[in-house]
């Protein structure tokens, strides 16, 4: 079975301050990795998604995520956040074992909160 | 294109009754497949329709079921309500079912069960 830890439920920062948003998984197969937003009273979407090649992926807003397969982790970062980054992130992990089973399983989410 | 629309937005029900949601994915989308979210549980996966056959189905309880029509749109169904289903159920649609296709997401329902 596939899992998805995020270590930090709440995370307060600063404008224009870095932030990682943590995340690793547990599966004893190959996987797709990736990182939704949910903005509030919305659906998620889709930030950034590793499937293979380059472990280093980057969406068109300034956040990046590496895909780390020894330490099983993918960790999302900005560099320098705005307010607008305000929302709740999902980490979420697809297996490709071959089979069947391609469902999506999503950690409990981070509620990222930049503060002025 | 139209994204993933899901009706109603809004519904309050009390315990005992039972509630149909629907969700309509985009235009040439097959796979179909629903959550649940609450701030306890988190999003967990319901289950996913492909062509009308049901392909993946999570650990949820037989009041749980959905369908889906030729059309691929989707309907699912929580029949006997009880308190702990009121949540943000969303839908998504991704256009073959498995692989690395992205899902797309509607905006949710909202279901407070009274």
């Known amino acids: 079975a596939q899992s998805v830890t995020q270590l930090d439920s709440q995370v307060p920062v600063f404008e224009e301050a870095p932030v990682e948003l943590r995340c690793n998984y547990s599966s004893s197969v190959s996987v797709y990795l990736f990182w939704y937003v949910q903005y509030p009273n919305q659906g998620l979407q889709l930030l950034l998604k590793?499937?293979?090649?380059?472990?280093l992926v980057e969406s068109i807003n300034g956040f990046e995520a590496e895909f780390n397969k020894s330490q099983t982790s993918f960790h999302l970062r900005k560099p320098s956040v705005h307010i607008s980054d305000t929302a709740e992130y999902f980490c979420a992990v697809k297996s490709h074992s071959g089979g069947s089973n391609y469902k999506l399983t999503f950690g409990k989410g981070t509620l990222l909160t930049v503060n002025p | 294109k139209a994204g993933v629309t899901q009706t109603p937005r809004y519904l309050i029900k009390t315990r005992g009754q039972q509630v149909t949601l629907s969700c309509s994915p985009i235009?040439?989308?097959?796979?179909v497949s629903w959550y649940q979210q609450t701030p306890g549980q988190g999003l967990q996966f319901l289950f996913e329709?492909?062509?009308?056959?049901?392909?993946n189905k999570g650990n949820f309880p037989g009041r749980f079921s959905g369908r889906q029509f030729s059309n691929s749109r989707s309907e699912m169904n929580v029949s006997t309500l009880e308190l702990g289903d009121s949540a943000l159920y969303l839908c998504?649609?991704?256009?073959?079912?498995?692989?690395?296709?992205?899902?797309?997401f509607g905006p949710g329902t909202r279901l407070t069960v009274l």
């Open positions: 235009s040439g989308h097959r796979s």
């Open positions: 590793y499937l293979s090649g380059s472990t």
């Open positions: 329709y492909f062509s009308e056959t049901q392909r």
């Open positions: 998504a649609s991704t256009h073959t079912s498995g692989g690395a296709g992205e899902q797309f």
